[in-house]
Each structure stands twice: as C-alpha cells, then as structure tokens.
C-alpha cells in the first residue's frame, strides 16, 4: 500500500511538473483560462478532497476507538460553545459603525458589526488562553521543584 502511495505521488508530481512548464506567459490575457491552469485546479480540488477526507476518517476513527476521547472532545466543544456565547454577549452593535460604513458607501447592519465583534472577541479570548496555557506551565516549572 505504501509504495501505491508512493508511486501514485510520483506520478502526481510529475503531471504538475509538466502543465507548469506548459503554463502561459504572464502576459497572455487567456492565461487564466488555459487547459494547463485549468488541470492544474483539477489536481488541487482532487488533493485537498483527498486530505479532508482522510484527516476525517483518521481523526473520526480515533476519536471513537479510544475511550474517554468522545468525553473530552465534547468538553472542548462546550467550551468552545461558551466562549463563542460569551463574545456574542460582550459585542456590541454600534449604530454609530454602521452609520459610518453607510457614509462610507459600504451597506452593513447591526448585526453584522455584532457577529464582527463576536469573531474578534472569540480570537482574543482563545489567544489569552492559548498564552496562559503555554506560559503557566513554564513558570510553574520554574518556582517548584
């Protein structure tokens, strides 16, 4: 199975090698158009298929054989689901931001600052905690031994 794989990424490989060196000038208006361009996309969307496939099936297949992993996977997921639930209630829709952007001549509403603001504060909360997670452990390490 490996060499399969092995020789199945050769080939892949070399068809991409060639349709660069096939591939239109920069100049060319058609460029983007061309078989070359075109096949070389086709290959692109059959690999990313390919990996988000596997990495489900691998991912799936390991979440559901090892025990306790459904647990703490669901844990992570509430957490997440909080976080996300905390951001929203922490957003605020400014009608002052949408008046601007409407000046601006960018049609938006409330609820699009909101869910804007929400996504922004979801970021900064995951990356405190993210830097909390990697610093405590270091400085614990540090004091007690």
């Known amino acids: 199975m490996n060499k399969l794989?092995?020789?199945?990424?050769?080939?892949?490989?070399l068809?991409?090698?060639?349709?660069?060196?096939?591939?239109?000038?920069?100049?060319?208006?058609?460029?983007?158009?061309?078989?070359?361009?075109?096949?070389?996309?086709i290959i692109m969307y059959i690999l990313l298929a390919i990996a988000v496939v596997a990495s489900l099936?691998?991912?799936?297949?390991?979440?559901l054989s090892t025990p306790g992993s459904l647990k703490k996977a669901l844990f992570g997921i509430g957490?997440?689901?909080?976080?996300?639930?905390?951001?929203?209630?922490?957003?605020s829709n400014n009608a002052p931001v949408v008046e601007e952007m409407a000046k601006r001549g960018i049609e938006t509403t409330e609820?699009?600052?909101?869910?804007?603001?929400?996504?922004?504060?979801?970021?900064?909360?995951l990356t405190v905690v993210a830097v909390v997670l990697?610093?405590?452990p270091g400085l614990?390490?540090?004091f007690v031994k």
């Open 140 to 142: 614990k390490k540090m």
């Open 15 to 41: 068809i991409a090698a060639v349709l660069w060196f096939s591939l239109p000038s920069a100049e060319d208006p058609n460029a983007i158009s061309s078989g070359a361009m075109n096949f070389m996309f």
């Open 5 to 13: 794989i092995k020789i199945a990424l050769i080939v892949i490989g």
């Open 79 to 91: 957490g997440l689901a909080i976080v996300v639930l905390v951001s929203y209630g922490l957003s």
């Open 111 to 125: 609820g699009t600052v909101k869910n804007i603001g929400m996504g922004l504060n979801v970021f900064f909360i």
């Open 134 to 136: 990697m610093v405590f």
């Open 57 to 63: 099936f691998f991912g799936l297949t390991k979440l």
